[in-house]
């Protein structure tokens, strides 16, 4: 069962000035694909890509096989059409395709026959290479190139690789190929060497910004400029995920488009509690910090998704402290408080601090619901950092309860504190544990049937519409798909969508999920079938580790 809460058409009739975009896509799809750039010009964010292929165009020289290599939303397949599109066109200009003609419309259209587009992540199997290599021979029947896309080529099996590379060492003249992965790494050296390679950067904070504002304009649609900030913050550098996120939030905004909407939407920012955290531990005040974790925990909040938020937060203080200037990404009132904390935190101090989240995150990840990493992480920072003085506005700070006493073993200090709020560490952990297993326990058989919990679904979203409205709009949309034991498997067509609810609010679904169904419920948050591009692991968590790694690459980060 499917429930539409919003259904409020966001655009008047006929009132559309003309635009390129609206030619032929239909009024109601999505806004990533009635704005996807139609030329090399109107890609954001990737002009060293653009520029290089621009020129081969030009020049005629350009490669039979390509490697586009890049997380998600960053233009991959857009590129792709786009080289499509500029070898086929006869009326390029400096490289750029006129986006006028009958092949550049066809192509845009999608019913060019010569460009083939594989989803690697279906087919991806010897049977299919080999097809491609018997087709790929005949010539093109209606432009001079036949291209082919691979899109995840990473997916391909090894026999597929193998087949590939045969067509890839002698391609016919007319053939051209362009593979588009999330995982560079995992395509074989051979396939490498034998392509063009290009590396998509994430979108830069301000492209992303200026592209929402462009939408928004062309929508005829007003936007609070924190809003879309805001936006492009929780898009981490994925246009395309900028823009789902921005479709949302329009079909649900009653008029202007304010910070209120999109925190309803996506959540508040929680930069707050990282940089409690970070205040604690500069202090090394380890009551402090536990104190945050718990209160964390009571909120049933998820512990790796604050984890990774830490790490992004000591990656900025990274970035401030070795630049001197907050990154351009922050809020005015978080570079007002990434200057002030860097002030206070050595690089060696961060670095430390820095190492052990990762850890920490991967602690969490086995050891599901237990704080107890994350505290024993703090308390341990807190205790190997007694050298370092704690910054002067931490110490200023009027909330924080006998300021004036000397600084003492902070294992002392964290323990009084916390049984008085809400038990020992230890105790929580054990609580934590024993729900767990009382829950994997019966995991063999279904604990509901799926079709109960399909008809349950209405409930869900009017439950979710009490608290807030954004909310219900995301559960409408997803669907749940299966049932393993006791965890239901809920698809979302979104990945941001998936990824918000699989981090961070799966507490509170799972909360709603055992009451409405009388038993209890884990839920995993899944992509729906159907939909492309599967992102095996969080390109956010992977990012700050790459960063955070190589501390000689700080500097490239923009
Ligand atoms: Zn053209």
């Not at 928004?216 to 550098?237: M, S």
């Not at 910070?259 to 202090?283: M, N, P, Q």
């Not at 925990?297 to 907050?326: M, W, Y």
């Amino acid at each position: 069962m499917r429930v539409r809460v919003f259904e409020r058409s966001r655009s008047t009739e006929g009132a559309r000035p003309f635009s390129r975009y609206h030619h032929t896509v239909p009024e109601r799809a999505a806004l990533y694909r009635r704005y996807r750039p139609q030329t090399f010009s109107a890609i954001v964010g990737q002009e060293h890509v653009t520029r290089t292929l621009r020129n081969a165009i030009a020049s005629g020289q350009v490669a039979h096989a390509y490697l586009l290599s890049g997380v998600r939303g960053t233009g991959k397949t857009s590129i792709a059409r786009l080289i499509a599109k500029a070898v086929n066109c006869p009326n390029t200009k400096d490289g750029e395709p006129c986006d006028r003609c009958e092949t550049c419309v066809a192509i845009r259209d999608g019913r060019f026959l010569d460009l083939i587009e594989i989803d690697a992540a279906s087919n991806r199997g010897i049977d299919e290479m080999r097809d491609l290599r018997d087709k790929v021979r005949f010539a093109p029947s209606m432009g001079q190139y036949k291209v082919y896309v691979i899109d995840e080529a990473h997916q391909l099996t090894t026999e597929a690789f193998n087949a590939l590379l045969k067509t890839l060492e002698e391609p016919p003249p007319h053939a051209m190929f362009i593979l588009a992965t999330t995982e560079s790494q995992k395509i074989p050296a051979t396939i490498v060497s034998r392509t063009q390679r290009f590396d998509l950067r994430r979108i830069p904070h301000k492209g992303v910004v200026a592209q929402l504002g462009k939408i928004v304009g062309q929508e005829k649609l007003e936007a609070d400029p924190a809003a879309l900030d805001a936006i492009a913050r929780q898009a981490q550098g994925s246009l395309r995920d900028a823009e789902s996120m921005l479709d949302m939030v329009i079909a649900f905004a009653n008029g202007p488009i304010t910070l209120k909407e999109v925190d309803d939407l996506l959540g508040a920012s929680d930069w707050e509690e990282t940089a409690a955290l970070f205040d604690a531990l500069a202090a090394a005040d380890g009551a402090k910090g536990v104190e945050l974790i718990g209160r964390l925990v009571d909120d049933g909040r998820d512990l790796r998704l604050f984890v990774r938020r830490a790490i992004e937060h000591a990656r900025a203080l990274v970035f401030t402290r070795a630049t001197g200037h907050p990154p351009e990404t922050a809020s005015e009132q978080m570079a007002a408080k990434l200057t002030a904390q860097a002030q206070g935190i050595s690089l060696d101090q961060l670095a430390k601090i820095a190492k052990r989240l990762v850890e920490t995150e991967q602690h969490l990840r086995t050891s599901e619901g237990t704080p107890l990493p994350l505290e024993l992480a703090v308390l341990d920072l807190v205790t190997s950092s007694e050298k370092v003085a704690p910054p002067p506005d931490a110490r200023r700070e009027a909330d924080r309860p006998a300021a004036a006493r000397p600084p003492a073993p902070p294992s002392t200090r964290a323990e009084p504190r916390r049984d008085a709020t809400r038990g020992s560490v230890v105790a929580i952990a054990e609580r934590r544990v024993v729900t767990e297993a009382t829950i994997t326990a019966g995991a063999t058989s279904p604990v509901v049937k799926l079709e109960t919990v399909r008809k349950a679904w209405g409930e869900l979203v009017e439950r979710a519409k009490e608290r807030s409205v954004g909310k219900a709009a995301q559960l409408a949309k997803a669907e749940p798909l299966a049932i393993d034991g006791a965890t239901i498997v809920v698809g979302f067509g979104e990945e941001f969508a998936r990824l918000l609810w699989q981090d961070k609010r799966r507490p509170e679904l799972e909360q709603d999920l055992s009451e409405i169904l009388k038993t209890a419920i884990r839920v995993r948050c899944v992509r729906q079938p159907g939909v492309p591009e599967a992102v095996p692991d969080d390109p956010m968590l992977r990012a700050a580790i790459d960063t955070l790694g190589r501390p000689d690459r700080i500097m490239e980060i923009e």
